[in-house]
């Protein structure tokens, strides 16, 4: 019998299909902690399929570790950038991942990251639960406006575009920079073009969507964020090392920017020391996708896509397609 082995608990409902496979034997590691690299290598062997999610990394030591009956690795995650992708093409194994069904669930968190940096959300909730707030006063906390204000979003792709549609929502001007310009945006919406350095020197807000790559690999670091206004607030859903967060820490520190909204850290789940104690950064834990909604049809997706390439069939969201032809 073959054998997949899913690395983590995921929603029951989305592995369902997986589980009823008659011809398939389904280890799900019943735990929601990172998995240790040795068990991971160890359970993997002999599979023909395995989900992993964004802190499993695939590369020539699991390709090895896994065997010859490997045919898929399912990527629970719209990102991709814990695999060795050419190294699974080479190995005749498909890497598949999960668009489209959590683009909402995180666009969402980056306006709501917006809101919550630019409107002080952090302090205030400590002084509400303070028990010294003494009323009302016209000087408390004062914030600064979304609406009319300009937005910054690096990365026009699923996520990028969804953020301009919520953005534009809120009256906000959308700039926009991409690897290339994207006129289908363009045509729908009323967003504009920006060379890098013009959209940090522009922007009230920058929100980061784009993929971890060499390319982007610490995109904005100190000399970027010198470009950026002094009352500008950086965002980011999409991965922590596009930010260079030791820079961050100092540019935040010197009031280089007013504050940043992060969801992504460079070596989650450390995060830089210092930046948790300032209070003009409002932190989550890696919560973009983390609806039930979303995170289930993410797991739908990771189930098809094996089943479908164990079964020969047609995979909805394959990265090298080329291996399956
Ligand atoms: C992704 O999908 O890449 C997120 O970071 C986790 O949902």
Not at 155 to 163: D, K, P
Not at 222 to 241: C, D, F, W, Y
Not at 245 to 273: M, N, S, Y
Request: aromatic fraction near 4%; proline fraction near 4%; charge should be negative.
């Amino acid at each position: 019998m073959r054998r997949v082995f899913v690395t983590r608990r995921l929603p029951e409902a989305g592995v369902r299909g997986l589980l009823a496979a008659p011809d398939l034997v389904v280890d799900i590691r019943q735990r929601d902690d990172a998995i240790p690299r040795q068990e991971l290598l160890q359970r993997i062997e002999g599979c023909s399929g395995v989900i992993t999610i964004l802190s499993d990394r695939v590369d020539r030591e699991f390709l090895a570790a896994a065997g010859d009956h490997l045919r898929i690795v399912a990527n629970y995650a719209v990102g991709f950038d814990n695999i060795d992708l050419a190294a699974c093409s080479e190995a005749g194994v498909a890497v598949s991942n999960t668009p489209d069904v959590l683009t909402n669930a995180t666009a969402d968190l980056a306006m709501a990251l917006m809101l919550a940096v630019s409107r002080r959300f952090r302090e205030g909730q400590s002084l509400a639960e303070s028990g010294s707030w003494s009323g009302w006063e016209p000087m408390q906390l004062l914030g600064r406006d979304v609406s009319g204000a300009t937005l910054g979003i690096i990365g026009m792709g699923r996520i990028g575009t969804a953020l301009a549609k919520r953005a534009q929502g809120f009256a906000m001007n959308v700039l926009y920079h991409n690897r290339r310009p994207n006129p289908e945006a363009e045509s729908r919406m009323d967003v504009r073009f920006a060379e890098l350095p013009s959209l940090l020197e522009q922007s009230d807000f920058v929100s980061l969507h784009c993929p971890l790559s060499e390319a982007t690999h610490h995109l904005i670091g100190a000399p970027e964020l010198k470009r950026m206004k002094e009352s500008a607030v950086i965002i980011n859903t999409a991965r922590g090392a596009i930010i260079d967060e030791q820079a961050l820490l100092e540019a935040l520190l010197q009031k280089q920017i007013w504050g940043a909204g992060l969801d992504v850290f460079e070596r989650e789940p450390e995060i830089t020391q210092g930046l948790a104690h300032l209070p003009n950064v409002v932190m989550l834990p890696h919560l973009g996708s983390a609806t039930t909604e979303a995170r289930t049809a993410m797991a739908r997706l990771c189930s098809e896509a094996v089943l479908a390439v164990l079964q020969h069939k047609k995979v909805a969201h394959l990265l090298n397609p080329e291996v399956i032809s």
